[in-house]
């Protein structure tokens, strides 16, 4: 006889198989280890079942036979959640990748985005029309787990945050009620969901606003490593006076042959001249081994990330907010890659000003809004190896760093180890958030992000 928890699998699945237009997949079926693949190679975590939904009635029905049937609940779509919190061990996943339409509104420059769609997806639905959505780096990304907890871009100095551009969404709630929610109606819903991630349900559509931008300056400027304190400082001074129209990614990690190389990674949306003025200035901070900036599609920004987003390798990762980026930040973090673990792992950042920090901290349950290069510690490494020697080495740099952090940290990517920086993370905005949690999710249903109960 199957155990209680398999029998509970088994009757999630039998309530929903006539329910659905999607179909579900239990452990012994084909399909089901595919399901499971995720960026970091590391989680094992091995849900009950799969529901794979094409249909907002196959997210409330997945929701109440989940309910109904005693199973926690987790959604899955890029699955680029490092902690692996896509794949609810023993517990029902609600997969959205089936639901990755976008319709384009050209007229209002709106997009109509189905919860389980990518970045690519609307990246490249918007450029059909001569457009861009504020998209992050990584194509492969689901754009509701980006947008809903914040979403960093390197057109939010000029555009805002990703969330900043979310008009409106469909969303099924705790109870597989499905609700609209925007700046006129579930208004306490819309804050919440503007930064306190999928926390109070399951967006099943959005509307975000689009802008003009057809074509950027863009393209990788590599130093060799001898520079990076220099370079990394006056890039630091660079960016903080930089025009709206000028996004920065940065990153350092390994060139051909494992030894550590700065890149920086501009992404210019105004006029091309003055770009081309402003872009030289970062070149000319030290002697570049590669300089590659050129006029492109938007769409084509994805690719140096996407080059170094390897699916199945193991991953720990750590995050910091700084202020700026001061000469004790820079030894710190010239330290640590000199002594880092692994060639694979790579620290990169983005830096948030302009229009993402004019934003009010009250507007929206994000509430890291003042200027500040937020910080991503990738510990990577192969699965044949010892974890210890990289977690240390994560945790090591997130340590150094923290005095000259700011409070809190970037709840896309803490993890449930960060409990001071959780703690933290949504300042002022945590006991309206927290108020509204209990009364949208009373039970405790979602927990796609740290939220402090």
Not at 313 to 326: G, K, M
Not at 366 to 385: G, V
Not at 420 to 425: S, T
């Amino acid at each position: 006889m199957p155990d209680d928890f398999t029998a509970r699998a088994l009757s999630a699945a039998e309530k929903l198989g006539p329910l659905l237009k999607g179909h579900v997949l239990l452990p012994a079926d084909s399909g089901y280890d595919h399901a499971r693949e995720i960026w970091n190679g590391g989680v094992e975590h091995r849900p009950a079942l799969f529901v794979m939904c094409e249909s907002t009635e196959d997210v409330q029905a997945a929701v109440r036979a989940a309910r109904a049937c005693g199973l926690p609940l987790s959604v899955r779509v890029g699955g680029h959640d490092w902690a692996g919190r896509a794949l609810r061990h023993e517990g029902l996943v609600i997969d959205l990748t089936r639901m990755n339409v976008v319709e384009i509104d050209a007229g209002t420059r709106v997009a109509v985005v189905a919860g389980g769609a990518t970045s690519a997806d609307l990246a490249g639905a918007a450029a059909d029309h001569g457009l861009a959505a504020v998209v992050g780096t990584v194509s492969m990304v689901g754009v509701a787990g980006f947008t809903l907890a914040g979403g960093y871009s390197p057109l939010s100095p000029r555009y805002g945050l990703a969330l900043d551009n979310l008009v409106g969404v469909e969303v099924v709630l705790a109870d597989g009620a499905v609700v609209t929610a925007d700046e006129s109606q579930n208004t306490d819903l819309f804050w919440a969901l503007r930064g306190g991630g999928g926390n109070v349900g399951v967006v099943t559509s959005m509307r975000i606003r689009l802008h003009p931008v057809r074509t950027v300056l863009s393209g990788p400027i590599v130093f060799p490593w001898s520079q990076a304190e220099a370079v990394l400082r006056g890039h630091a001074v660079l960016a903080a006076s930089a025009p709206d129209e000028l996004g920065v990614v940065g990153a350092i990690s390994s060139a051909p042959g494992g030894t550590p190389a700065l890149l920086l990674a501009p992404v210019w949306s105004g006029d091309p001249a003055e770009g081309e003025r402003v872009l030289a200035r970062f070149a000319a901070l030290g002697d570049p081994v590669v300089h590659q900036v050129r006029p492109m599609p938007f769409l084509d920004t994805f690719a140096p990330a996407d080059a170094r987003v390897v699916n199945g390798r193991h991953i720990d990762f750590r995050t910091r907010s700084l202020a700026d980026l001061r000469p004790e930040a820079v030894a710190a973090i010239v330290a640590a890659v000199d002594a880092r673990s692994s060639e694979l792992s790579v620290i990169s950042w983005q830096y948030l000003r302009g229009a993402a920090a004019r934003v009010p901290v009250a507007a929206t349950a994000f509430a890291q809004r003042s200027d500040h290069f937020m910080m991503q510690i990738i510990a990577t490494w192969e699965p044949s190896q010892d974890p210890a020697p990289h977690e240390a080495w994560a945790d090591g740099l997130s340590r150094a760093l923290a005095p000259y952090s700011l409070p809190g940290g970037y709840p896309n990517v803490l993890g449930p180890e960060a409990a001071d920086q959780i703690a933290e993370a949504y300042g002022a905005n945590l006991p309206r958030l927290q108020r509204l949690k209990r009364e949208l999710d009373p039970d405790g249903v979602f927990s796609a992000t740290p939220l402090p109960a």
